[in-house]
């Protein structure tokens, strides 16, 4: 069965420093996606990544980088030199290729702090 | 292109009353999917429609309903409201072409249920 794991459910850190948000996931399917989405106090889930399960180079988007190691089946997330607008709530999730209904499993989110 | 929209933005029902919310996807998305999200289950799986037939369904009990029409628009409602159904209801939109895809999400409506 599919899993996602987020172990901290809540985050705080000063301005400008560098925090990572761990996600480990449990997966039977040897093709899927993985996800990261953001949530502000808006409410929105906002798209940040995608990962295929095949691709297991780290990528960096500005403040923002993904490590995906498949040995320890986590996809962690970095955000280096943090603003007060990546407060939020982050989402790591997975899809399955064989998982016919298109559904993704989230983890139960990191809320994050990031104080002036 | 413009996101993915729901309306209402807001709800206040009273048990027993029926509700219902409305998703536009993203154009040219033809995949629409229904979240539930509380603070205590987080975000759950409602179901998935793709080309006004819905694919799959999470574990909710009949009360819960949906359709989409032929431009993809969807609505979901719940009959009966209980007060265990206050939540955001996210909808999310995906192009629905190879497995898996991603899905893009509205600003939700929140339902509060007195």
């Known amino acids: 069965a599919q899993k996602v794991t987020q172990a901290q459910t809540e985050i705080s850190v000063v301005e400008k420093e560098d925090v990572t948000l761990d996600c480990v996931y449990e997966?039977?399917?040897?093709?899927?996606?993985l996800f990261w989405y953001k949530q502000p106090p808006s409410g929105e889930l906002v798209f940040l990544i995608r990962?295929?399960?095949?691709?297991?180079q780290n990528e960096i988007s500005g403040r923002y980088s993904w490590n995906f190691q498949k040995s320890t089946s986590s996809f962690n997330f970095t955000i280096t030199a943090s603003q007060v607008v990546d407060s939020a709530v982050y989402f790591c999730?997975?899809?399955?290729?064989?998982?016919?209904?298109?559904?993704?499993?989230f983890g139960k989110g990191t809320r994050l702090h990031i104080l002036p | 292109k413009a996101g993915v929209t729901q309306t209402p933005r807001y709800l206040i029902k009273t048990r027993g009353q029926q509700v219902t919310l409305s998703c536009s996807p993203i154009?040219?998305?033809?995949?629409v999917s229904w979240y539930q999200q509380t603070p205590g289950q987080g975000l759950q799986f409602l179901f998935e429609y793709f080309s006004e037939t819905q694919r799959n369904k999470g574990n909710f009990p009949g009360r819960f309903s949906g359709r989409q029409f032929s431009n993809s628009r969807s609505e979901m409602n719940v009959s009966t409201l209980e007060l265990g159904d206050s939540a955001l209801y996210l909808c999310?939109?995906?192009?629905?072409?190879?497995?898996?895809?991603?899905?893009?999400f509205g600003p939700g409506t929140r339902l509060t249920v007195l």
């Open positions: 999730a997975l899809s399955e290729a064989a998982n016919r209904d298109d559904k993704i499993i």
């Open positions: 154009s040219g998305h033809r995949s």
């Open positions: 990962r295929n399960s095949f691709d297991e």
């Open positions: 997966t039977r399917d040897t093709t899927y996606y």
């Open positions: 999310a939109s995906s192009l629905a072409g190879t497995r898996p895809d991603t899905q893009y």
